[in-house]
């Protein structure tokens, strides 16, 4: 059973060009999170996503950022006219149920560092 | 505003020897607490998870606590390898309208030298 699986590892865009980052979830996971982590900074969540539904996010950037995860295929994380504020390492990770659960873990994929030069 | 402080923020310590790293939150109200361990450029692997009522968890040579009156956490690490250079972060679930979204603390960066 493969793990949580991101990509590109590695992503460099100039400014004003667009970022896409995918997630595949394990298998049998159908709840996804991205996080966000800057130099030094502790991960910060974005948004939790279930099958074509966004259940909660009160993390993301209100402009330019959006995310999705449709009924086939990857989650993704769009990053729309990026700046150098948004080089950061982002992480996906999935869950098999419903984040309520107390032993309900999360599995972190190994993320995407994006440079915004 | 949920908070989770780490200290300390970083620690080098000898091959073989005992450390304890520091977790302070200010979840509300809580749901439960993990500690991560983050390789340097991989994403986080869970240790431990902890409920309410308990008190410690050992996972190996990593013993967590719990001491949710004061709202501390603690990982114990024993007998340290390198391998167990790594970022660990102590990560809090609280309840927001059902959704039990978790607040990360900044973790503490151990160097372990043989």
């Known amino acids: 059973n493969a793990g949580v699986m991101q990509n590109p590892r590695h992503l460099v865009r100039r400014r004003g060009q667009e970022a896409r980052l995918r997630c595949s979830p394990m298998?049998?996971?159908?709840?996804v999170y991205w996080y966000r982590q800057l130099p030094e900074e502790g991960l910060k969540f974005m948004v939790y996503?279930?099958?074509?539904?966004?259940?909660?996010e009160s993390g993301m950037p209100k402009e330019r950022f959006s995310a999705e995860f449709p009924k086939e295929g990857p989650s993704i994380l769009r990053i729309q006219q990026v700046v150098r504020g948004d080089s950061a390492a982002y992480f996906c990770?999935?869950?098999?149920?419903?984040?309520?659960?107390?032993?309900?873990?999360?599995?972190f994929g190994p993320g995407t560092r994006l440079t915004v030069l | 505003k949920n908070q989770v402080e780490q200290s300390p923020q970083s620690l080098i310590i000898l091959e073989g020897k005992n450390c304890t790293l520091q977790?302070?939150?200010?979840?509300?109200?809580?749901?439960?607490l993990r500690w991560y361990k983050q390789d340097t450029g991989r994403g986080p692997v869970s240790l431990t998870i902890?409920?309410?009522?308990?008190n410690t968890k050992s996972n190996g040579r990593y013993t967590a606590t719990l001491d949710a009156d004061t709202k501390q956490s603690s990982l114990h690490i024993t007998a340290s390898q390198l391998s167990d250079s790594a970022s660990y972060i102590c990560?809090?679930?609280?309840?927001?309208?059902?959704?039990?979204?978790?607040?990360f603390g900044r973790g503490t960066s151990l160097i372990v030298h043989p």
């Open positions: 298998k049998g996971h159908s709840h």
């Open positions: 977790c302070n939150y200010t979840v509300s109200p809580f749901s439960n």
């Open positions: 902890m409920t309410f009522s308990e």
């Open positions: 990770a999935s869950s098999p149920q419903a984040s309520g659960s107390s032993y309900n873990e999360q599995f």
């Open positions: 996503l279930q099958k074509e539904n966004i259940i909660d």
């Open positions: 990560v809090v679930s609280g309840s927001s309208g059902g959704s039990y979204i978790p607040t």
